[in-house]
Nanobody, 123 residues
Framework: QVQLVESGGGLVQPGGSLRLSCAAS????????MGWYRQAPGKQRELVAS???????NYADSVKGRFTISRDNAKNTVYLQMNSLKPEDTAVYYC?????????????????WGQGTQVTVSS
């Protein structure tokens, strides 16, 4: 069984920084892509940033220049460095992964989600 475990959320003042981490563990064959989504109260879940195995990176327009996604392939971990945080960045942040898992000798592509971590930007 493969799971994604997030850490690093919390309360920060406007203009501050936070770093989120998401580690994938279990019977991993390979990782196609990992990324971060967020969902604010009353709003739909939206893509924040993603990084593919070949290195392609995408950011939401609202976070470009402030957030940086990176990946440690050896640790199956993705990071989201968030700088110059704004109150509108307040949301639950979810790690997402498109991961090839090894299940009974069969390789399967699975879409997985972390449990979510709260990020609150407030003075």
């Amino acid at each position: 069984q493969v799971q994604l475990v997030e850490s690093g959320g919390g309360l920060v003042q406007p203009g501050g920084s936070l770093r989120l981490s998401c580690a994938a563990s279990g019977s991993i064959f390979s990782i196609n892509a990992m990324g971060w989504y967020r969902q604010a109260p009353g709003k739909q879940r939206e893509l924040v940033a993603s990084i593919r195995s070949v290195g392609t990176i995408n950011y939401a327009d609202s976070v470009k220049g402030r957030f940086t996604i990176s990946r440690d392939n050896a640790k199956n971990t993705v990071y989201l460095q968030m700088n110059s945080l704004k109150p509108e960045d307040t949301a639950v942040y979810y790690c997402h992964g498109d991961i090839y898992t090894l299940d009974g000798g069969v390789v399967k592509l699975r879409t997985l989600w972390g449990q979510g971590t709260q990020v609150t930007v407030s003075s």
